[in-house]
């Protein structure tokens, strides 16, 4: 599925983000919402098969899936959106809007520095 | 060990692809709708039907995209209109570098009202933004009642759900009240056609809604 060139998209950005600083990456900290549809597991298996034997070999990818929040546009409340319920649960108003349901982002790079020796 | 703090988006060299696209389309005046489904629930037989009622009045133009053939754009073609093909290869949906190199065969210029067929799938394509003014999602009531549960991404981006294969309801246990109780559920504003590609019920309800949308888009009344 699409969580192949998804992996793919991230990588570049982390190589991007690192250009030609002397470290070794340790880990990769991803956000995925849980209205993306990418399958963790498969995004995981991919991140490890594209960085085998580059010099991103070894890192972990850890994600991140926080819970998507449903704000009101009437009341005003800020829920946590459960499954299927796009509706505010204190008014019941479906004028809503849903923050970080579908988030894709690359949160940040744990790195090693290696010192010049 | 030290932390890079990074915070982009994965996604965001599509989304500034989508963004040059939408610029072009918007500029020439082009309403685009996003075609998506998952296999076999009559997208191109819903162009098929669509086409032939829209051409003397808008200047349209297909892109057609399918992970292995091109026969689907050979029916397309079929109908005078032009069409440019992506095979995606086995890719399981459309991004907007594939869309941008099929606007590039294109006479764009010409264009009022262009449509992109996906490929069929509900899944992936959803977080690929292409540039399009709307997405439309097309299911066949042989898919069950629970389709925008099970798919909620697809169905809050939609602006128009069309129900097709209406004509097979007598023979299935399908309840098109509950279809629209769980569309709505996931997103109130959605609007939800029903439709037959055999007998062409509801093809023109649909063609209206398409003609509604597209006065209503700015860009697009103004050209
Ligand atoms: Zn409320």
Not at chain 1, 106 to 112: G, H, P, R
Not at chain 2, 46 to 66: K, M, S, Y
Not at chain 2, 177 to 197: G, Y
Request: charge should be negative; charged fraction near 25%.
């Amino acid at each position: 599925m699409h969580e192949l060139s998804i992996a793919c998209s991230l990588i570049s950005i982390v190589k991007e983000t690192l250009h030609d600083r002397p470290c070794r990456v340790k880990a990769v900290v991803v956000r995925v919402g849980r209205l993306s549809n990418v399958l963790i597991d498969s995004l995981e298996f991919g991140f490890s098969a594209l960085i085998a034997g580059t010099e991103l070999d070894g890192a972990r990818l850890i994600v991140r899936q926080p819970d998507p929040l449903l704000l009101c546009g009437e009341c005003g409340q800020e829920t946590v959106l459960k499954e299927f319920e796009f509706a505010c649960p204190h008014c019941g108003s479906l004028n809503i809007t849903v923050k970080g349901g579908d988030d894709l982002f690359v949160e940040s790079i744990e790195v090693e520095e290696e010192t010049a020796s | 060990m030290s932390v890079i703090m990074v915070e982009r988006k994965v996604l965001e060299r599509n989304d500034a692809v989508a963004q040059e696209n939408r610029t072009l389309l918007q500029t020439n005046g082009v309403f685009s709708v996003n075609l998506l489904s998952s296999p076999g629930s009559g997208k191109t037989s819903l162009l098929e039907q669509t086409l032939p009622r829209l051409r003397h009045e808008f200047a349209i133009a297909v892109i057609e995209g399918d992970i292995q053939t091109d026969l689907d754009a050979k029916r397309i073609e079929a109908l005078g209109v032009p069409t440019a093909q992506i095979i995606t290869g086995g890719g399981c949906h459309l991004d907007a570098n594939l869309v941008k190199k099929a606007l590039a065969t294109l006479p764009v210029e010409k264009l009022d009202l262009l449509f992109i067929e996906n490929v069929g799938n509900l899944v992936c394509p959803a977080a690929y933004d292409l540039g399009e003014n709307i997405k439309a999602v097309v299911i066949s009531v042989t898919e069950g009642e629970e389709k925008p549960l099970k798919y909620p991404a697809i169905f809050r981006n939609a602006a128009v759900c069309i129900v097709n294969k209406i004509d097979l309801l007598p023979f299935l246990n399908f309840s098109v009240e509950r279809l629209k109780e769980n569309a709505h559920a996931v997103n109130p504003q959605l609007q939800i056609v029903l439709t037959s590609c055999t007998t062409g019920e509801g093809i023109d309800e649909w063609c209206n809604l398409l003609r509604t949308l597209r006065r209503k888009d700015p860009s697009s009344a103004s050209a």
